[in-house]
């Protein structure tokens, strides 16, 4: 089925010039980065889809609301801005930027979790399981099935699998979980968004169980979105009416505002009601980000996340954002190209392993894409497959990923419809050469989260 490319509902008043080297210098600059794109210089890069945060172009409100951001230390005019909006956007009472979504994890998760606890989630990015396992306790994935079925086009394959989630409850006993997480979109299962029903279940659960229910709410306008068009109870509601009622269900949020506030820094923490939490959060905050009235951001930062969190829940916007991934999904359709089906909010997430069956898990397929899409087309994605995953900390082996995923994550307001063009022309291109690409070795690893930093070689 023809998708029509939504055309972009903004035009552009500043642009940054990108080179394109040859086809030889980028087979000398990713051999010089040994075949870790995570090495190469951005200059180096054409279309960079390493990630959608923090990559965003901010509007010329938001720059403009740079100019006025207020920089005093204690009860800046910004500080009152961002709490306003977040008290309107979401209904909490309580709203504290931080420096990044991991700094939100880093104060709150420790408040909830300890040794012998359990968190439960649809699925845990990796900064939030490590944040679980740093406070001492373990977390649990349980995402619905469907998930893992990547030509399955089911409507909200990022949900938390409700039946699972309350036996895991059960089995492990109520007074073990610290925490139960919803993470909207599902990052790791491919910006995969959650139901409205599934949030009303997960809290019902939540509630019956006496558990906090706590929202990683990076993409939570696109996750919206998803939900104003495939739920049909949701057809005529504003987006920003969605976003209340999804958080109402929600006791606590962690965001990193680098996804959906379109900004390229910051974070927040909200509490829907609970004073002794919002106390110890403002002690760690201090101690952790900065004074309360900052968080580790400059009063700048803080205007335009302010901004941006209302230019987020723009319908247009939406349409226009996640129609990139869904025209891309469509290009890929007619060549038969696999990807984690439907498009996710942020992103396509390809199916390496079907791109070159003749890889195993542990020659990285997923990473050998990536490669190949830096040398075929100046294009750098990232794996998200075994090569991320790394080795089992007891035995040392290399673990099997469920996935061989290539992403493929969309900076919002940043690329055309002629950039898309051309990751599609080089998808193209390498399964046309498929049989011919080889896998990688790693030569060199650190011990924790590897794949930011090892050294590999091709497999002669
Ligand atoms: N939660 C989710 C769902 C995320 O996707 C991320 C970051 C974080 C938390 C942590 O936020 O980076 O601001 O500290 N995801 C980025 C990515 C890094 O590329 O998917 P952060």
Redesign the pocket.
């Known amino acids: 089925m023809a998708v029509k490319y939504i055309p972009e509902p903004f035009r552009i008043k500043v642009v940054e010039n990108i080179q394109i080297l040859s086809k030889q210098e980028r087979i000398q600059k990713i051999a010089d980065a040994h075949y870790n794109v995570f090495n190469l210089n951005s200059e180096d890069v054409y279309i960079d889809l390493l990630?959608?945060?923090?990559t965003n172009a901010m509007s010329a409100q938001q720059w403009s609301g740079m100019m006025a951001g207020d920089e005093a230390y204690a009860g800046a005019k910004s500080y009152q801005k961002i709490v306003a909006a977040g008290q309107d956007i979401f209904g909490y009472q309580f709203i504290q930027p931080v420096h990044?979504?991991?700094?939100a994890?880093k104060v709150l998760l420790p408040l909830l979790l300890g040794p012998q606890k359990y968190a439960i989630a649809n699925m845990f990015?990796d900064?939030?399981r490590a944040h679980v396992e740093i406070a001492g306790a373990r977390a649990i994935d349980c995402v619905v099935k469907e998930a893992k079925n990547i030509s399955l086009r089911a409507p909200f394959k990022g949900n938390m699998d409700v039946k699972l989630l309350e036996q895991t409850i059960n089995q492990l006993g109520p007074q073990k979980i610290g925490l139960v997480v919803m993470?909207i979109t599902n990052?790791s299962a491919g910006g995969q968004p959650v139901s409205m029903q599934n949030i009303r279940e997960t809290a019902s659960i939540c509630q019956k169980y006496h558990l906090p229910l706590c929202m990683?709410a990076?993409?939570f306008s696109e996750n919206a979105y998803f939900i104003k068009k495939r739920e049909p109870e949701f057809a005529n509601k504003s987006i920003k009416a969605i976003v209340r009622e999804m958080f109402s269900y929600a006791d606590m949020f962690?965001m990193?505002a680098?996804?959906d506030a379109i900004v390229n820094i910051g974070?927040l923490i909200g509490i829907k009601n609970n004073p002794e939490l919002i106390t110890l959060i403002k002690e760690r905050t201090i101690a952790f980000e900065g004074f309360i009235s900052y968080g580790g951001l400059a009063g700048r930062d803080l205007e335009a996340i302010a901004s941006g969190l209302y230019e987020g829940l723009g319908e247009a916007y939406l349409q226009y954002r996640v129609g990139q991934s869904e025209y891309l999904g469509a290009k890929l359709d007619e060549v038969n190209i696999a990807y984690q089906t439907p498009p996710g909010g942020h992103g396509l997430f390809i199916d390496a392993k079907s791109m070159f069956p003749h890889i195993p898990y542990f020659q990285f397929p997923a990473q050998a894409l990536a490669i190949e899409l830096y040398i075929e087309a100046g294009i750098r994605t990232c794996d998200v497959g075994s090569f991320m995953l790394g080795n089992d900390p007891d035995t040392n082996e290399q673990l099997q990923a469920h996935f061989e995923f290539t992403r493929l994550?969309i900076p919002r307001r940043v690329y055309t419809q002629a950039h898309l063009d051309v990751i599609v022309e080089a998808l193209i291109n390498i399964k046309n050469r498929s049989s011919s690409v080889k896998g990688y070795e790693i030569i060199w690893e650190p011990k924790v989260l590897r794949h930011f930093q090892a050294h590999l070689k091709p497999i002669k």
């Open positions: 990630t959608d945060s923090g990044q979504g991991r700094a994890e990015f900064t939030t993470t990052n990683d990076a993409r962690t990193s680098k996804k974070g994550a």
